[in-house]
Structure formats: structure tokens, C-alpha cells
Nanobody, 127 residues
Framework: QVQLVESGGGLVQAGGSLRLSCAAS????????MGWFRQAPGKEREFVAA????????DYAQAVKGRFAISRDNAKNTQYLQMNSLTPEDTAVYYC????????????????????WGQGTQVTVSS
């Protein structure tokens, strides 16, 4: 079992930046593909970004491409989401997700492919 704990959310003005962190409880963190999803009020959970087990491959939703950057530090069992140029449309609860994998460069883009989820962290962007 893996426990994921997000942090770094908060209130920021439009154009500002936030950095989310997701700490995993197990030492085998490096054997997990990771991702970030978000859910705004009244909307379905949507894919934001994904990173492979090796950290060499990443992918982003079109809405955040060029503004957000996903990364991971396997030595610290932590993944990150750097969010820049935030807009009110980025307001949502952001969730960290992990999935077991043996494929070094596999990216997972769909929520149902993930095995573990964090509790979520609120990001609010004011106009």
C-alpha cells in the first residue's frame, strides 16, 4: 500500500505561481509512474500531467502545456508540479496519483490506470 500526501496548495493571484509536492510513503517510490489530476467544482476529474518511472518522459494536458512542469525526485520519494502563469481556470482540487509499473518509460494519462491517490490539495487562483 502506498500513501500519497500532497502539499503546496493555496490562494494565489492570477499570473502567480505555486509548487505542489506529493510525498509517497513507500521506499519503492521509483517503481511507480506518477501523475497529477484536478477537479473543479461541478466538473469531472481531469488529467493534468504525468511522469514516467524513470522521470525521462512527461506529458501534459493541452490546457497547462507550457505553464506547468512535472518532476520527481526518487531519492526523496516525492513528485512535484510547478505551476506558473496561473489563471482562475486553474482553480481546482489537485490530486497526486501513483501506479505500479515495470515499464521504465510508460506514461499513464487516464485516471482509471492509477492505483493510489492522495487526498487532494486546493488551489485557488483569484482574478
Amino acid at each position: 500500500q502506498v500513501q500519497l500526501v500532497e502539499s503546496g496548495g493555496g490562494l494565489v493571484q492570477a499570473g502567480g505561481s505555486l509548487r505542489l509536492s506529493c510525498a509517497a510513503s513507500r521506499r519503492a517510490f521509483s517503481y511507480y509512474a506518477m501523475g497529477w489530476f484536478r477537479q473543479a467544482p461541478g466538473k469531472e476529474r481531469e488529467f493534468v500531467a504525468a511522469i514516467s518511472w524513470s522521470g525521462t518522459r512527461t506529458d501534459y494536458a493541452q490546457a497547462v502545456k507550457g505553464r506547468f512542469a512535472i518532476s520527481r525526485d526518487n531519492a526523496k520519494n516525492t513528485q512535484y508540479l510547478q505551476m506558473n502563469s496561473l489563471t482562475p481556470e486553474d482553480t481546482a482540487v489537485y490530486y497526486c496519483a501513483a501506479a505500479t509499473t515495470t515499464q521504465l518509460s510508460r506514461l499513464l494519462l487516464a485516471a482509471h490506470e492509477y492505483d493510489y491517490w492522495g487526498q487532494g490539495t486546493q488551489v485557488t487562483v483569484s482574478s
